[in-house]
């Protein structure tokens, strides 16, 4: 007797539950940490869920994962009952592809769809997962198919780029921040990924909050902004190369070489893997045309025994080989260089690619020798799966825009495998300013950690923050110059500690043990030791502890909080401590609880805080 169907168990079936679960479990058996995952998700379910927010931020470390994290957050939203949910992606193929690719091979249901895909299709499916580029045309396309279908989740990879406007300080609204705003509508929910987050509170991008921030921390094999731009760089575990200025042909040459070696080298002593080179030169796409020309003119010569640069290349890779891998045989690297050069894939990605959408992918590598040449488009979003070597053609003339450049650390990730065999090549100059942007950067996330406070955006004659036209000057201060951290329970026994060392950075080693981590983070002792260095005594003031028992209104005496802030002329005591640059205070309230404040007094640092957002 034929089966019957069970037509009620397969009605049940099509309601999808459980999705977040699956990802987890899929994650798992890739043996893919989820701690930091479940931590982001669970808090921006949660900060969701909070009455009146319509808008909040995800911010984390560059290549730290944040992908796999949307996949499952996707998952966890669909699972609470959103039926529409849009990914934006910066606008590039390259990257639309990427994203794409990975969230269909997450097994994730209802499958993703580009918006052109969606555009096509003339059914209205009961849930949807739209991946859509930032641009003008897909977006406005977007809104028409999307219009009288629900609530759209907006999830906005790269938030900080295209997607703030600004136009705020001309009292006009900038293209991609018009139709975000219409995709989101008055009933929506936008949640901005990135690892950038300063430019979202600076510009109020759709009046996000601070207090609803979540934090999506790095996973256990992330290797970050400590290893490759710590504050001592004594001894990094990786290969570090430092230019004059750069721009120079041979040291591209030689910083090809030294990749083909190492490449040769870990193909020659493990299973055959595809390697990147990212070779970084300006935002000019005659640039990018001149550099491939270079690399290609190197690489012609091994090619062909008879060339007239072959004798001097070939030497050179041997001379590499030796200096590199001295146990290793020079002659035998050699020898794979010359035989795999044949297979040297080069990519130049930049609009001009994206526009005509053709040749090899730059996410996927082809070839043990893959060189991606290109300017502003590879500093955002894409992810370069076993790059080996980055290499900086040019230096900076002007300022370094903060948020840019920690885009722009595309080695940042799962790279603890062959960590030691990473190479970075790089103006001297630009990776010393780098290191500031990171530093600076950090100094800002620890004013947020723990939710301690709106953050204080740091920078200086050489590093901005974020672009000017973003900074709404009618909120923001743009040299509050001073930062603050946790409150915690004020003590005479820690006058007595200030007392004993005013100038010492120790005494603010002994003052963090007794109030805790929260009230002034190891980093910012770690930041002082280095800048502190080189200066002379007394180039650190710790002042006598104040009440603000006696301040007005204008400060918030439960928080101990104040817009224009607590450390004037006044407070500094330049009798006291004449050559002081950097200058800590603890203020206290009548209850007992206190905070720890910090401002550098010279040296062309400016701290920047939204004030709307402070008090």
């Not at 959103?82 to 969230?103: C, G």
């Not at 028409?144 to 006009?172: F, H, M, R």
């Not at 018009?178 to 690892?195: D, E, H, N, P």
């Not at 960590?419 to 942007?437: A, M, N």
Request: hydrophobic residues 35%.
């Amino acid at each position: 007797m034929a089966a019957t169907v069970n037509i009620a168990k397969l009605q049940s079936k099509a309601t999808l539950t459980g999705r977040y679960l699956k990802q987890l479990s899929r994650l798992h058996s890739e043996k893919i940490p989820t701690d930091c995952i479940e931590k982001a998700v669970t808090g921006a379910v949660e900060k969701l869920a909070m009455p009146g927010t319509s808008a909040m931020v995800i911010y984390g470390e560059p290549q730290s994962g944040k992908t796999e994290m949307m996949i499952c957050l996707t998952a966890k939203l669909l699972d609470e009952g959103h039926k529409i949910i849009v990914h934006l992606l910066n606008d590039s193929v390259d990257l639309l592809t990427q994203n794409l690719k990975r969230f269909k091979h997450s097994g994730l249901a209802p499958a993703a769809r580009n918006s052109t895909e969606l555009l096509a299709s003339n059914t209205i499916p009961k849930e949807l997962v739209v991946i859509c580029k930032k641009n003008s045309s897909d977006l406005q396309n977007l809104i028409y198919w999307l219009k009288g279908k629900g609530k759209v989740a907006v999830i906005d990879d790269e938030a900080d780029y295209a997607t703030p406007n600004s136009g705020i300080n001309k009292g006009t609204i900038t293209t991609i921040n018009k139709w975000v705003g219409q995709l989101i509508g008055s009933k929506g929910y936008y949640i901005g990924v990135t690892a950038t987050p300063a430019r979202l509170n600076l510009n109020d991008t759709f009046q996000n909050d601070t207090k609803r921030w979540v934090k999506f921390p790095p996973h256990s094999k992330y290797t970050g902004q400590e290893v490759f731009f710590p504050l001592d760089t004594k001894g990094i575990p990786y290969r570090l190369t430092r230019l004059d200025q750069g721009g120079n042909a041979e040291e591209a040459e030689d910083a090809l070489v030294r990749f083909l070696v190492t490449s040769a080298y870990l193909n020659s002593t493990g299973p055959e893997k595809n390697y990147t080179m990212l070779v970084h030169t300006s935002g000019k796409k005659d640039d990018h045309a001149a550099d491939r020309a270079a690399i290609e003119k190197s690489v012609e010569a091994l090619l062909d025994g008879q060339h007239s640069a072959f004798t001097k290349l070939t030497t050179k890779v041997h001379k590499a080989a030796q200096q590199l891998y001295p146990s290793a045989d020079p002659q035998a690297l050699t020898e794979y260089v010359v035989e795999n050069a044949s297979r040297t894939t080069l990519i130049v990605l930049n609009s001009r690619r994206d526009r005509k959408a053709a040749g090899d992918s730059a996410t996927d590598p082809t070839s043990p020798f893959t060189i991606v040449i290109g300017g502003n488009i590879v500093s955002r979003g894409v992810t370069f799966p076993n790059l080996l070597s980055m290499f900086f053609t040019r230096n900076v003339k002007n300022k370094l825009q903060q948020d840019t450049y920690i885009q722009r650390a595309r080695m940042f990730g799962a790279r603890g495998s062959y960590l030691k065999h990473f190479e970075l090549t790089i103006p001297s100059q630009l990776y010393d300013d780098w290191q500031k942007c990171f530093i600076f950067h950090r100094l800002a996330l620890a004013t947020i950690e723990s939710n301690l406070g709106v953050p204080v955006w740091v920078g200086d004659s050489r590093v901005a923050v974020a672009g000017n036209s973003s900074i709404n000057k009618a909120t923001v201060s743009l040299d509050k110059g001073e930062m603050s951290f946790g409150l915690f329970d004020y003590s005479s026994e820690l006058e007595e500690i200030i007392q004993s060392a005013p100038t010492s950075v120790s005494t603010l080693e002994q003052i963090r043990d007794k109030v805790g981590n929260d009230a002034i983070p190891t980093f910012v002792i770690d930041f002082l030791k280095t800048a502190l260095k080189n200066k002379p005594d007394g180039s650190l003031a710790i002042h006598a502890s104040s009440s603000i028992a006696n301040y007005g209104p204008s400060a918030d005496k439960k928080s101990i909080t104040r817009a224009k802030g607590f450390l004037g002329k006044p407070q500094l005591e330049a009798g006291k401590f004449p050559i002081a640059i950097h200058h800590v205070k603890i203020f206290y309230n009548k209850s007992g609880k206190a905070k720890l404040y910090y401002k550098i007094g010279s040296g062309g640092v400016a701290f920047i805080q939204n004030l709307k957002k402070a008090v």
